[in-house]
T-cell receptor
Framework: GQSLEQPSEVTAVEGAIVQINCTYQ??????LSWYQQHDGGAPTFLSYNGLDGLEETGRFSSFLSRSDSYGYLLLQELQMKDSASYFC????????????FGKGTKLSVIP | DVKVTQSSRYLVKRTGEKVFLECVQD?????MFWYRQDPGLGLRLIYF???????EKGDIPEGYSVSREKKERFSLILESASTNQTSMYLC?????????????FGPGTRLTVT
């Protein structure tokens, strides 16, 4: 089966760096996506890791290690507007059209 | 910009009613999805479609059906609404190929069944 584990809540200070971890136990794993969702809003795509290593997009970076079945989202120079829920999602590819989402991590950025 | 629209932001229906949730995307995407989102449970896939008139069950299809008569439109149907179907319903679309892991979501419909 497919399951992804991520912390339910994280609190960090404005201007700091925070890392949100995601571990997966998935057969036929293909890659890991990250989505952001503000309260009352729609999820929006942040990044995708199909290969091991780090992908950087501005203040956000995402990392994948297939050997450890582990990935993380790194947010730098935190801003208040980064307060949101963050979901990792597994893409199993190979003819599957599905993303399987983790339960989400609620990030609270405090002054 | 990709735009995914859903017919209603808020909907209140009675138990036993037949409910239609409509989703339209304007980017000619092949794939469309219906999820429900509940607190502490994340997003769970109900049904998806990879082509017109094609549909596949997701993880929680019971009590739901779907229709895709046109490429841009994907409808979710609750045949006989029940209180445990009170939830936020999210529609998404994606292109085939490398876009499969990048889905574009609509604003959601918050359905309350009383």
């Amino acid at each position: 089966g497919q399951s992804l584990e991520q912390p339910s809540e994280v609190t960090a200070v404005e201007g700091a760096i925070v890392q949100i971890n995601c571990t997966y136990q998935t057969s036929g794993f293909y890659g890991l996506s990250w989505y952001q969702q503000h309260d009352g809003g729609a999820p929006t795509f942040l990044s995708y890791n199909g290969l091991d290593g780090l992908e950087e997009t501005g203040r956000f970076s995402s990392f994948l290690s297939r050997s450890d079945s582990y990935g993380y989202l790194l947010l730098q120079e935190l801003q208040m507007k980064d307060s949101a829920s963050y979901f990792c999602a597994d893409y199993s590819g190979a003819g599957s059209y599905q993303l399987t989402f983790g339960k989400g991590t609620k990030l609270s950025v405090i002054p | 910009d990709v735009k995914v629209t859903q017919s209603s932001r808020y909907l209140v229906k009675r138990t036993g009613e037949k409910v239609f949730l409509e989703c339209v995307q304007d980017m000619d995407h092949e794939n469309m999805f219906w999820y429900r989102q509940d607190p502490g449970l994340g997003l769970r896939l109900i049904y998806f479609s990879y082509d017109v008139k094609m549909k596949e069950k997701g993880d929680i299809p019971e009590g739901y059906s779907v229709s895709r008569e046109k490429k841009e439109r994907f409808s979710l149907i609750l045949e006989s609404a029940s209180t445990n179907q009170t939830s936020m319903y999210l529609c998404a679309s994606s292109p085939t190929g490398t876009g499969l892991y990048e889905q574009y979501f609509g604003p959601g419909t918050r359905l309350t069944v009383t």
